[in-house]
């Protein structure tokens, strides 16, 4: 945990900065650029002062902190925990899309400490809550729910659904343990081959708003994933919700032109990027 913000800072020493009532830039951004400077200095994860003491600090309403503060939230520079506060952001991992690989290998990129929890391993009938490309013959599919979650707040939750065929060769103990491509590949010998990717903005699922921390967010990113075995069968599908703030997703792409091919008109590059 970093230093904390002192109440003093901004009306105290060198650093003093007097609100101007008469300048044109509205007050609630003049003391967005102070927290802001002020948050660039603390460790992720430290928390800045309630909402009461920026009122005194500054002299202002709670409507204008309030303001100041989302403007910071909004730029991911602050995260707010129901009932506990408003934090410095922690590191925003990067998920790339580029390649096959273990959600954890997220956070392991970004050198973040990270606590992987289950919250839940159950079998179910298949329903509309199920991505339709999974195929279950019997109707019954495995449910795997994670949590991934650093510096005390969450950064995404994964529901993993998996065919009876192949959760029948899951344990409880497995899912705990390793990540769902080990477990496929080491449990039914089956090699992924490709997956299918679909990024959605999506109102986040009452059963996962607190354990995401997303209730004071109409919509959240959706990751669909759909992996899928050498001759097309489906091997899982997984649906990631990410808090909007503590995630940014990524992919490389090149153009379909091949060394000494001439690149597309400037029309149809164009049209490309639009």
Request: hydrophobic share 40%; glycine share 6%; charged share 25%.
């Amino acid at each position: 945990m970093g230093q904390p913000m002192v109440n003093g800072d901004v009306n105290s020493g060198p650093e003093h900065k007097t609100l101007q009532r008469d300048s044109p830039v509205a007050v609630y951004q003049q003391v967005a650029d102070v927290l802001t400077d002020q948050v660039s200095r603390l460790e992720p994860g430290s928390r800045i002062p309630t909402e009461e003491a920026l009122m005194d600090e500054y002299g202002i309403s709670r409507t204008t902190v309030r303001k100041a503060i989302e403007t910071l939230v909004s730029k991911g520079l602050l995260v707010r925990r129901q009932g506990k506060g408003t934090f410095v952001m922690a590191q925003r991992p990067v998920k790339m899309l580029n390649r096959l690989a273990p959600f954890m290998e997220t956070f392991t990129a970004a050198g973040m400490k990270t606590v992987k929890g289950l919250i839940e391993y159950k079998w179910m009938e298949k329903d509309r809550s199920v991505p339709a490309k999974l195929v279950s013959d019997d109707n019954l599919v495995l449910v795997i729910r994670r949590s991934y979650s650093s510096a005390g707040w969450p950064y995404a939750i994964a529901e993993i659904f998996i065919p009876s065929h192949i959760g029948r060769h899951i344990s409880l103990a497995d899912a705990e343990r390793n990540s769902i491509y080990q477990v496929i590949q080491d449990r039914t010998l089956k090699p992924l081959h490709r997956a299918e990717i679909t990024v959605t903005m999506h109102a986040p699922p009452e059963h996962l708003a607190d354990a995401l921390n997303v209730r004071g967010f109409a919509m959240v990113p959706r990751l669909e994933r759909t992996t899928l075995g050498p001759h097309g069968e489906v091997l899982e599908c997984t649906v990631t919700y990410f808090h909007p703030n503590g995630f940014e997703i990524r992919a490389e792409v090149a153009t379909d032109a091949s060394p000494g091919q001439e690149t597309p008109s400037s029309t149809e590059g164009q049209a490309a990027s639009a």
